[in-house]
């Protein structure tokens, strides 16, 4: 009888064991995609447009929504804080579509100007009263959106009602990169 017990008992510590394996496993997953969320490496390696599409096909995998994406090839003016910046921006944006808006079609549009990068974003879908938000938490991405923009020294316009979809226009200057 107390082998037995002693056996069930060096089952019981070794599924204990093994769920800490598989816990910790995944724990280090969870790091290393919170690292890379927080600065892809790939970015600057593969540059903003081209982390771009990237991005959009990972979303199209688990969103609702057709995505479309126009740019003209600008990463050259682009400082690391821009790329980055616009980057989040977008990730943003996709989950603002995917958690809120019930879009069936998403128009993003990267361009320049001679003196300013000009980014756009539209969506068909539930749009909302931005007055009814402010200062609630469901706020947040808009306003994490704008500080970004600030940080650029640019500008963000929103446009949106209910039923009316959600627009942003956003406009800041090019800056070279450092050398």
Do not use: W
């Not at 970004?148 to 009316?164: C, D, M, N, Y």
């Amino acid at each position: 009888m107390r082998r037995t017990n002693f056996c069930h008992e060096g089952v019981r510590i070794m599924d204990a064991y093994c769920d800490v394996i598989r816990g910790a496993k995944l724990l280090l997953h969870q790091i290393r995609i919170t690292c890379n969320e927080l600065r892809p490496p790939f970015l600057l390696k593969m540059g903003l447009v081209e982390s771009l599409k990237s991005l959009f096909s990972y979303a199209r995998m688990f969103s609702n929504y057709e995505i479309h994406f126009s740019t003209d090839q600008l990463d050259v003016h682009l400082n690391e804080e821009q790329i980055l910046g616009v980057y989040r921006i977008v990730q943003e944006l996709l989950n603002n579509a995917s958690k809120h808006s019930h879009a069936t079609q998403v128009a993003m549009t990267l361009g320049s100007t001679e003196e300013h990068i000009t980014f756009s974003y539209s969506d068909d879908g539930v749009g909302m009263d931005l007055t009814a938000f402010e200062g609630s938490f469901q706020h947040m991405g808009i306003a994490g959106i704008e500080k970004r923009v600030l940080s650029l020294e640019g500008i963000v316009q929103f446009h949106t009602a209910p039923k009316e979809g959600f627009h942003v226009t956003i406009r800041f200057p090019k800056m070279m990169m450092a050398r």
